[in-house]
């Protein structure tokens, strides 16, 4: 595999807007998220930028970065041209889908997506990491996947995604992170889908690929990263990243 990384950041979020610019000790978050995908080593790092600001400040650090227009429809669709514009040749056959708000995210999660494509038949890796408690088990905010590992696997594959407890009945539930690995042939694939009647549903859009019949598996890690989604996110950030550069 020759992964790339694409960071979709746009300035437009209701609970925390501007969010990708937001300050942590000195930087833009945008930033500290590229740190982190550097620290994975799975390949080169760009960010695929909704706003002029977002891209000016990307690479006024020395980043890559790709400006998109403001009216593509979601960050994988914004993923998929910074794609074409950064590797026409096709060189990067993994595409890699981290968004922009995981600015404590650790570097080996990224590692751990590429897991899944170990299996041919497998068009996108994913991440899922243990619920924690009956809190998080009904909150609609933190997405159930619907899977089971083998014994001593760390691979499993997802048959579903909601955001109530799935499944039913006694054993783990399963915290989907949205972290992404594509096969680039099942990103193009997926972004030429119409949207799909679960995704609509759910507001969920990896329904899409298992509506159409693609394969999506997943990884576990011990523990997913927070996404920055509310001033208090931001806050909890800054204190965890204080005294990175």
């Given at each position: 595999?020759?992964?790339?990384?694409?960071?979709?950041?746009?300035l437009?979020?209701?609970?925390?807007?501007g969010?990708?610019?937001?300050d942590?000790?000195?930087r833009?978050?945008?930033?500290h998220v590229?740190?982190?995908?550097?620290?994975?080593?799975?390949?080169?790092v760009?960010?695929?930028?909704?706003?002029?600001?977002?891209?000016?400040?990307?690479?006024?650090?020395?980043?890559?970065?790709?400006l998109?227009?403001?009216?593509?429809?979601?960050g994988?669709?914004?993923?998929?041209?910074?794609l074409?514009a950064?590797?026409p040749?096709?060189?990067?056959?993994?595409?890699v889908?981290?968004?922009?708000d995981f600015?404590?995210?650790?570097?080996?999660?990224?590692?751990?997506?590429?897991?899944?494509?170990?299996?041919?038949?497998?068009?996108?890796?994913?991440?899922v990491?243990?619920?924690?408690d009956?809190v998080?088990?009904?909150?609609?905010?933190?997405?159930?996947?619907?899977c089971?590992?083998?014994?001593?696997?760390?691979?499993?594959?997802?048959?579903?995604?909601?955001?109530?407890?799935?499944?039913?009945g006694?054993?783990?539930?399963?915290?989907?992170?949205?972290?992404?690995?594509?096969r680039?042939?099942?990103?193009?694939?997926?972004?030429a889908l119409?949207?799909?009647?679960?995704?609509?549903?759910?507001?969920?859009?990896?329904?899409?690929?298992l509506?159409?019949?693609?394969?999506?598996?997943?990884?576990?890690?011990?523990?997913?990263?927070?996404?920055?989604?509310?001033p208090?996110?931001?806050?909890?950030?800054r204190?965890m990243l204080?005294?990175?550069r």
């Amino acid at each position: 595999m020759t992964p790339i990384v694409l960071i979709p950041a746009r300035l437009s979020a209701s609970r925390l807007p501007g969010k990708p610019l937001a300050d942590i000790g000195g930087r833009p978050m945008v930033l500290h998220v590229l740190d982190r995908a550097r620290e994975a080593g799975i390949g080169p790092v760009a960010v695929a930028a909704g706003d002029a600001a977002i891209f000016d400040a990307v690479r006024a650090a020395g980043a890559d970065a790709v400006l998109a227009d403001a009216d593509v429809p979601s960050g994988t669709d914004r993923v998929k041209l910074a794609l074409d514009a950064l590797d026409p040749d096709g060189r990067h056959d993994v595409v890699v889908n981290l968004q922009g708000d995981f600015p404590t995210l650790d570097p080996a999660c990224l590692r751990a997506v590429l897991l899944p494509l170990a299996d041919p038949a497998v068009d996108i890796g994913s991440l899922v990491s243990p619920v924690a408690d009956a809190v998080e088990a009904v909150a609609p905010q933190v997405v159930k996947c619907a899977c089971q590992f083998a014994p001593g696997a760390e691979v499993a594959p997802a048959l579903y995604f909601s955001r109530q407890p799935v499944p039913w009945g006694d054993g783990p539930l399963w915290h989907h992170i949205g972290v992404y690995a594509f096969r680039r042939a099942a990103l193009a694939r997926f972004v030429a889908l119409p949207p799909s009647p679960l995704e609509g549903r759910e507001k969920l859009e990896q329904l899409r690929a298992l509506e159409a019949g693609m394969r999506i598996a997943v990884a576990k890690v011990e523990h997913g990263p927070f996404g920055v989604d509310t001033p208090a996110d931001l806050e909890r950030a800054r204190a965890m990243l204080a005294g990175t550069r």
